[in-house]
Structures are given as structure tokens and as C-alpha cells.
């Protein structure tokens, strides 16, 4: 089977290039270093044909509603017109699990594409899978909070989750026929974003104070509430966060 993967050398674009790669598919990674420009949708119909199925793992380094929401409709409007006109018959999106009632930054961009994907129902078939976050977000919090010796842990109850097991799993549901919503796809483990963010440092040998903080607005609500550690019925990721520690994925950032 042809999958394309736009995003294809992101966070989890790298681990979804991978696992598609070995069930033996054949991939077309779309990514900004490989010259492709997503938002162009006639030059993106080049790149997919006889294509059967496109995984949109895209991002941007964005806590702006306004540039989050911008980025997110318009790149899945251009991806949905390159896949009609080439022929593409079912589109792949990630999103964030437990976003419903937050709809402000980042998360506001990703609850703009879901609408969009279900404004444009019968285009193009589609599935959406909902993951919490990464264990990789609390590599990347740590990047962003620190200044000078003091990290600023955000207040928030999360089940992060492999970013290669996400990969594995938009695989799997490329291969597979459409279904909208797919089944959440949760971490083995509950904790604190800030736990998690002190067991990083310990086992990386850094020294840092770290303080934890309830971030303001309905963001911050959503956070600490616990609503981005999902639901009971979510399948379960396999991988601990102390194992993807001890793993390659892991790379120590301070």
C-alpha cells in the first residue's frame, strides 16, 4: 500500500515513517525539508499518485490561538483538495485527546481541524486518533520553561504516551478503512507533568530547581483538571515513561 505522511520527519512523523515502512508500505514522506509546501495543494497532487491513504502528523511551534487555529485550517483544507483531486481515498489526522473544553492555543488549532475534517465529510474519508500527550512533551516543557537555573513545570494531570507507539498506531489505521473517531490512544501511567519533568532531570544528572505553576485561563484549567489524561475506555499505550527514558528516543536536552 502507498501512505503519504505529511510532517513525515516531526516528533511522530519519524516514528509513523517508520512503522509504515516496516509493514513492508510504501511511504512518500511530504515535509518542509524535502521541498514540499503542504498550504500548495496543486503541487501536493504531484506527490500523491496512486496514493491510497495520507497520515497528517503536521504541527507548529505555536501556543497562539490565532496562529495555531490559522495553520491547522488551512494546511488540512490544502491537504483535503490535493487528496480529491489526486484520488486519495481516506486522510489520517492526529489530534489531542480531552481538548473538547479547551479551546484556546494549541488546542484551539486542533479542535479547528477536526471541524474542518467534519465539515468536509464525503470529500474524502476520514479518521481522526486522539493521543495524550507524548512522553516527549515533558522533554519539550523542560526546553521552553527553563531560564537561567529555574524550570516552570505547568500544573497538569497527564498519561503521556510514546510518540512511537502513536506512530504505530496511524499506521495501522491508514491500512485500514475509515471509521471518523478512532478509539483514544492513552499512556500506561498517570502522573504530574512536573513529576514527570523531575524524573527526567534526575536520570539525566541535571541540576535544576524546579517549580511547579497553575498556568492562567481556560488553558490552564484544562491542564490541572486532568481532562488531558483521558478517558477509562482509551487503549493503552505499553511503553513507561522510565523506559522511553532508558530508550534511543530519549535525547537529553539539559
Not at 116 to 123: F, P, T, Y
Not at 183 to 202: H, K, N, V
Not at 210 to 232: D, I, K, Q, T
Amino acid at each position: 500500500m502507498k501512505i503519504a505522511i505529511a510532517g513525515a520527519t516531526g516528533v511522530v512523523g519519524r516514528h509513523t515513517v517508520a512503522a509504515a515502512e516496516a509493514a513492508g508500505h510504501d511511504v512518500v514522506p511530504l515535509s518542509r525539508s524535502a521541498g514540499h509546501d503542504i498550504l500548495d495543494a496543486a503541487a501536493t497532487v504531484a506527490a500523491l499518485d496512486d496514493v491510497e491513504a495520507l497520515i497528517d502528523v503536521t504541527s507548529v511551534a505555536t501556543i497562539k490561538e490565532r496562529e495555531a487555529v490559522e495553520f491547522f485550517e488551512r494546511g488540512t483544507r490544502a491537504l483535503l483538495e490535493a487528496e480529491r483531486l489526486a484520488g486519495v481515498p481516506h486522510h489520517v489526522a492526529l489530534s489531542i485527546v480531552g481538548i473538547d473544553d479547551i479551546d484556546d492555543g494549541y488546542y484551539a488549532g486542533k479542535l479547528a481541524q477536526e471541524r474542518v475534517l467534519a465539515a468536509e465529510h464525503g470529500a474524502v474519508d476520514w479518521t481522526v486518533l486522539r493521543a495524550t500527550q507524548f512522553h516527549e512533551f515533558a522533554e519539550q516543557t523542560l526546553v521552553r520553561a527553563t531560564v537561567g537555573p529555574v524550570t516552570v513545570a505547568p500544573k497538569a494531570l497527564v498519561r503521556t504516551v510514546a510518540a512511537r507507539e502513536v506512530g504505530a498506531r496511524l499506521a495501522e489505521l491508514a491500512a485500514a478503512p475509515a471509521v471518523g473517531r478512532a478509539t483514544d490512544l492513552a499512556g500506561p501511567e498517570q502522573a504530574s507533568l512536573a513529576d514527570l519533568m523531575r524524573r527526567m532531570l534526575q536520570h539525566d544528572g541535571a541540576r535544576r530547581r524546579l517549580v511547579e505553576a497553575r498556568l492562567p485561563g481556560a488553558f490552564g484549567r484544562g491542564m490541572a483538571s486532568g481532562a488531558l489524561a483521558g478517558e477509562p475506555d482509551a487503549d493503552r499505550g505499553t511503553i513507561t515513561f522510565d523506559a522511553w527514558l532508558d530508550s534511543p528516543d530519549h535525547i537529553r536536552v539539559i
